[in-house]
């Protein structure tokens, strides 16, 4: 490169400073063809999605983040490299592990196969403000509101009648004591699931 730049054709050449990742640099300007994953005017910083010193001058000084879609990490001065901003529903140092709110397994370090993190489904029966809705690997659904249980708030709880699959939801069957059969429990006043109609 010139020395000063733009000093035309009789201004001193001197080397590029690329930190050993290019061949060359602009004459002019002195930015650098940068390569082995880096960046930067003299190649001194490792592309997005890559990690590393790109200033100590080897080929291997970056090296690809081990996050998911080519999220960007962070080398800590302990060493742990650590991935940002990973995709909705992933957490994790690595986004190794399903956000609350969502399912999966994608380093298939609980089920040993590899699954990608889905959003929970709960039939629209939960608090989406509350933690802990569904299991993060199963996707089995824990704080079922509006009177529903199961596996997906998919049914209405004993002593409720409806669908927990619509808007209507469950409600409490209306049975009067006195002239109601009571259930097998002897405790709990049953009604017709679809109806509500007492027995």
Same mark, same amino acid.
């Given at each position: ?21 290019? =061949? ?58 650590? +991935? =940002? ?12 592990? %399903? ?17 990608? %993190?889905?959003?929970?489904? +709960? ?20 704080? +079922? ?7 997906? +708030?998919?049914? %209405? ?17 209306? %049975? ?24």
């Amino acid at each position: 490169r010139r020395q000063p730049s733009f000093g035309g054709p009789f201004a001193s050449c001197v080397p590029c400073d690329c930190h050993n990742h290019s =061949l060359s640099c602009d004459v002019e300007t002195s930015r650098c063809a940068c390569q082995h994953h880096t960046t930067g005017d003299n190649c001194e910083r490792c592309l997005p999605g890559y990690y590393g010193q790109a200033h100590q001058g080897t080929p291997d000084d970056c090296q690809k983040c081990p996050c998911p879609a080519g999220v960007s990490c962070t080398q800590l001065p302990q060493g742990n490299v650590v +991935c =940002l901003n990973c995709p909705a529903g992933y957490t994790g140092d690595r986004c190794e592990y %399903c956000d609350d709110g969502y399912f999966g397994d994608p380093e298939g370090l609980v089920t040993g196969v590899r699954r990608p %993190c889905e959003k929970c489904s +709960c039939s629209g029966n939960i608090d989406t403000n509350t933690i802990g809705n569904c299991n993060t690997t199963t996707g089995h659904c824990l704080r +079922c509101n509006r009177n529903t249980y199961g596996v997906y +708030c998919e049914k %209405c709880i004993p002593g409720h009648w409806g669908d927990a699959l619509l808007d209507i939801k469950c409600h409490a069957c209306n %049975c009067h004591p006195k002239g109601t059969q009571r259930h097998s429990d002897n405790s709990l006043l049953q009604c017709n699931l679809q109806t509500g109609q007492c027995p």
